[in-house]
């Protein structure tokens, strides 16, 4: 619902502030006063396309600011979709300069002039000058009339869910089906790779983790005949001109025991020549080095050059050898079972086809019922709004499949006998279009109550009976929502929740535009005004308090 519009510098209007409420809220004034003016700067502050022309004479820029406290949940989902932080509130603002350079914000955030549009849309149907009404648009047609079913007819919400859910299935069996068949497309001319590669990785037959297990090994083969080197260069190093360490140190300890004196003062020494001779030679032993088995090392060498050629020609790494065999066998194998699994998914899909529509007939069975109550519902308003002779019908065609079934689903109108049916934008004058829209809003009402709505030309051409029935729908309409009506009706005016007068005044050689809720005797005289015109009269006087009660 709209709370509140701030406009400053819009054309005739220097800066003003309204605060509007539930249900129906008129807007009288003589003609001229700058009743457009209005809906210009409520459009701009909607996403409309801007206009410098709309800057007032002498200022740099305007603004327009629209405050809204109710939202719906498609607005909610836009808000969401551009990072806007909603608490169950709006505020559209728009600023214009004096060029035609116009900038937005929703809540305080900068956005498009786009992102407005989408989201003023959403809030607010305008009726009249500025058209942005939903249902001028047949893509709109089918959820409302399923808004209405919901409303009207017993478990078509459980129906529209049931159609839902086999549409899915249905969607999802034919997606796999769609991708087995480019897989096996694709995968039988690659028949000889894979057969030829499948052949080699199972050769090959790799395990996870070789690659590096056999690198580890190379390396320590390597380092082995490295070592090998090293010690024989230790063991020349203990036999100095090919006799052995130890050999002449048990030299040394044999010469030393022919010393004569008893007992053997070196004796000591001599023990310990003999126990350095005897380490000597089991170090001598034990650094013998081992004989690298150089087949293995062969071996090895190639198995691991094999493993990372193959990793290269499929370019992954080679612990991923053993999947991508998994893989390509798996495609073999696919292809070679491929009429089975075809024939399986196709009977499958021809399943769910059949469920999904059986669903969507029983849906459009009941979407024909509902067309037909929505029609009676709506010829029976038309003749209270002068439009006697008009005649308006649902029609319901087959369409693309869909979660929502299979209707496509169009509003038509025609306003003569004998003329055939037409698209609703393209078979009423803009008086009778904005009553057409006033009797089915009427009939939807409830169904989309987080809207406003705006009617500007809804009392062209009529008056009496029809003005008094066109007040009555707008006052019902407005009860379930809110309404904003720019009315020349007094029989209009006087089903109004709240009035508001708009008038023209000349301050310091200036016209500036005002607006002020009235009530009680200015609403009173207001009304009268338009019964009477300029000169206010007793009976206009009574005529205005009795269109009041």
Not at 317 to 323: G, K, S
Not at 511 to 530: G, K, L, S
Request: with cysteine; glycine share 6%.
């Amino acid at each position: 619902m709209l709370i509140g519009l701030n406009i400053s510098n819009i054309v005739l209007i220097e800066r003003l502030n309204l605060e509007f409420g539930p249900g129906l809220n008129i807007l009288t004034g003589e003609t001229g006063a700058g009743k457009s003016i209005l809906l210009d700067a409520l459009s701009l502050a909607l996403g409309a396309r801007s206009d410098a022309g709309l800057v007032r004479h002498g200022c740099d820029n305007a603004s327009v600011v629209a405050e809204f406290d109710t939202i719906s949940n498609d607005v909610a989902q836009i808000l969401r979709d551009n990072g806007i932080d909603f608490d169950n509130g709006l505020i559209l603002r728009r600023t214009l300069d004096a060029a035609g350079k116009s900038r937005a914000w929703i809540n305080d955030v900068p956005i498009s002039a786009r992102v407005l549009k989408q989201v003023g849309d959403a809030i607010v149907e305008i009726h009249g000058q500025f058209a942005n009404h939903t249902l001028l648009n047949p893509a709109t047609h089918r959820g409302t009339l399923d808004m209405y079913a919901v409303n009207n007819i017993t478990d078509f919400n459980t129906l529209l869910q049931n159609t839902k859910s086999a549409y899915n299935d249905y969607h999802a069996t034919e997606l796999r089906l769609a991708q087995l068949r480019e897989m096996l497309e694709r995968a039988e001319i690659e028949r000889d790779f894979l057969e030829h590669n499948v052949a080699e990785l199972r050769a090959l037959n790799v395990s996870p983790g070789e690659e590096e297990e056999l690198s580890d090994r190379r390396a320590a083969m390597m380092n082995a005949e490295k070592n090998a080197a090293i010690l024989t260069e230790a063991l020349d190093a203990l036999s100095p001109r090919g006799v052995s360490l130890d050999s002449q140190v048990f030299s040394v300890a044999h010469i030393l025991q022919r010393i004569k004196t008893d007992p053997n003062p070196y004796s000591e020494q001599i023990d310990r020549l003999y126990d350095i001779a005897q380490s000597i030679a089991e170090i001598t032993q034990e650094l013998a080095p081992t004989d690298t088995d150089v087949a293995d090392m062969d071996a090895i060498e190639e198995r691991l050059f094999a493993i990372r050629a193959a990793a290269r020609k499929h370019r992954i790494p080679a612990d991923e050898l053993p999947a991508k065999l998994e893989q390509m066998a798996s495609q073999l194998n696919a292809i070679d079972n491929s009429d089975a699994e075809l024939k399986m998914l196709t009977g499958e899909l021809a399943a769910r086809r059949a469920a999904f529509d059986k669903s969507a007939a029983a849906l459009s069975a009941a979407r024909r019922r509902a067309a037909e109550n929505l029609r009676r519902a709506l010829l029976a308003e038309l003749p209270d709004l002068k439009l006697a002779q008009a005649d308006v019908c649902i029609e319901i065609t087959d369409g693309a499949p869909s979660a929502a079934g299979h209707d496509d689903v169009v509003f038509m109108i025609k306003t003569n006998p004998g003329s055939p049916f037409a698209p609703l934008h393209r078979a009423a004058s803009g008086g009778e279009l904005a009553r057409l829209m006033l009797a089915l809003r009427v009939v939807l009402a409830g169904v989309d109550s987080a809207r406003t709505f705006v009617f500007d030309e809804v009392d062209t051409g009529i008056s009496g009976a029809t003005a008094s029935a066109v007040g009555q729908r707008l006052n019902k309409l407005a009860a379930a929502s809110q309404a904003l009506v720019i009315t020349h009706s007094a029989q209009v005016a006087g089903y109004a929740n709240r009035h508001f007068k708009i008038a023209k005044h000349v301050e310091n050689d200036a016209t500036i535009t005002t607006v002020c809720e009235i009530a009680d005797n200015e609403r009173i005289n207001e009304i009268a005004r338009i019964i009477s015109g300029a000169e206010i009269t007793p009976e206009s006087i009574a005529t205005a308090r009795t269109l009041v009660k």
